[in-house]
């Protein structure tokens, strides 16, 4: 019942930055996790990172420094502030949210994703 809709990819130049957002709605009960990957063609889906419910983050190694992922006070809206871009960057992000329904299921979410295009 919960969408994920992102925003704000694009085409940037290296050394550049980008915000992507992303919006969760529907009837959700409680956010759980929320976060962000990313996947080239032909490679495998991987984590960037992830925000908890308390606020703790966590990141992967190669993009540690330069990304940082924050959300609003609701927490429907999860965001990824990139800095330093760098041409190996370039993929489709998705928005994820592990989300907690009224009847008390868990729901994991993935939006539709946005294209990051890094030039060299």
């Known amino acids: 019942q919960a969408q994920l809709v992102e925003s704000g990819g694009g085409l940037v130049q290296a050394g550049g930055s980008l915000r992507l957002s992303c919006a969760a709605s529907?009837?959700?009960?409680?956010?759980?996790?929320m976060g962000w990957y990313r996947q080239a063609p032909g490679k495998q889906r991987e984590l960037v990172g992830t925000i908890s419910n308390n606020g703790r983050t966590t990141y992967a190694d190669f993009v540690k420094g330069r990304f940082t992922i924050s959300r609003d006070s609701a927490k429907t809206g999860v965001y990824l502030q990139m800095n330093s871009l760098k041409p190996e960057d370039t993929a489709v992000y998705y928005c994820?949210?592990?989300?907690?329904?009224?009847?008390?299921?868990?729901?994991?979410?993935w939006g539709r994703g946005t294209q990051v295009t890094v030039s060299s």
């Open positions: 994820y949210a592990k989300l907690g329904l009224p009847h008390g299921s868990i729901s994991d979410n």
């Open positions: 529907g009837n959700i009960f409680s956010f759980i996790t």
